[in-house]
């Protein structure tokens, strides 16, 4: 099944961030061509972008073990009509 996302996207280096509208939640989601990285859901959309780009500098730091910057605001835009999320049943 195929639905809209409602929400906010951003580009961190490489890392495509979402953060998702769902009910009363906020569903955060970082992906590359490489890896897709789901954090904890989060009550505010601002809580959600504040743990979507932790989530993006630790993986940086952690995994690919290069630096994610020295904070660098991210532009955050709203999410389209050509942003998709797909459920597997």
Do not use: N
Not at 17 to 37: A, G, N
Not at 55 to 81: C, H, M, N, R, V
Request: proline share 4%.
């Amino acid at each position: 099944m195929f639905r809209p996302l409602t929400g906010f996207k951003a580009q961190y280096l490489d890392l495509t961030l979402m953060v998702v509208s769902e009910f009363d939640e906020w569903r955060v989601i970082v992906y590359s061509p490489v890896v897709i990285l789901q954090g904890s859901r989060q009550y505010t959309s601002a809580k959600a972008k504040d743990h979507a780009a932790l989530l993006a500098k630790t993986y940086f730091a952690e995994i690919k073990q290069e630096s994610a910057g020295d904070g660098e605001e991210l532009d955050w835009q709203p999410t389209g009509p050509m942003d998709w999320l797909i459920w597997k049943s």
